[in-house]
């Protein structure tokens, strides 16, 4: 059903229907690669709509899932041998469902599964810079000197990691526990640096992705997302293409 382009955009989370009015007068908005103009009607389902030549996406027409991944449990498709299971595995939904920021095998915690290819791209890509938050279990407590060493950064293959915030949020028996704020993903990253440091990890929970907090979620739980949390991810990407 066509509705009215700004309607489309305020519903797409591109800002109120004011400031869609705007971006359309100012030439940025196309419908079908012709440059649309104030007033006109689209389809969402049959139209393609662009801003600034991204194609816009409405928040309800995908899907988008909180999983707390247990350990043992793949972030991605995997091999085809079907024995490790999967985070898709766990998550009874249709459609190809993507995860957001992958755990290796023995971590666990928030990963963020949907179909929002663009969101998926925006969150991941290490130039955007969005932060994801650890609970980090070691072995010993670091002393204030190795906090600051890395937090500024150390060397992982040659090239110097970015900053990161890690402070102490807890002590037990079983060790002591570590928050761990980074804006970059490497390969097994948290676990080589602290190594490294000599602070081997016990246990590795992901609690954050950019505004996206893991919560009460208990392992193997899901949960779709609120329209809240969608258009605070969706506001988090928008802000980092501003910068």
């Not at 700004?6 to 591109?14: T, V």
């Not at 007033?39 to 816009?56: C, N, S, W």
């Not at 996406?57 to 793949?74: D, E, F, Q, W």
């Not at 704020?181 to 990890?201: D, S, T, W």
């Amino acid at each position: 059903m066509e509705e009215r382009l700004q309607k489309i955009m305020a519903q797409a989370d591109l800002g109120s229907r004011r400031t869609c009015e705007e971006l359309i007068r100012q030439g940025r908005v196309s419908v079908n690669d012709r440059v649309a103009q104030l007033g006109q009607k689209a389809d969402p389902e049959r139209d393609r709509i662009t801003v600034d030549g991204r194609p816009i996406r409405l928040s309800g027409r995908c899907t988008y899932v909180a999983l707390y991944k247990p350990r043992g449990v793949l972030s991605d498709e995997g091999d085809d041998s079907g024995r490790v299971p999967t985070a898709r595995d766990m998550v009874p939904l249709p459609g190809h469902l993507f995860p957001v920021g992958r755990l290796d095998l023995w971590s666990e915690g928030l990963i963020l599964l949907t179909d929002d290819g663009d969101l998926t791209y925006r969150l991941t890509h290490p130039r955007f810079g969005h932060e994801k938050e650890y609970s980090v279990l070691v072995e010993s407590e670091p002393d204030t000197a190795t906090l600051r060493h890395w937090e500024r950064g150390v060397f992982l293959n040659g090239r110097r990691t970015a900053p990161a915030e890690v402070t102490v949020s807890g002590r037990g028996k079983e060790g002591i526990w570590l928050r761990v704020v980074l804006q970059e993903g490497r390969k097994r990253q948290i676990r080589r640096v602290a190594a490294m440091l000599g602070h081997p990890v016990r246990r590795l929970i992901r609690v954050r992705i950019g505004p996206l907090r893991l919560g009460n979620l208990r392992p193997g739980e899901w949960r779709r997302l609120t329209e809240a949390e969608v258009k605070a991810l969706r506001s988090a990407v928008r802000e980092s293409l501003e910068l």
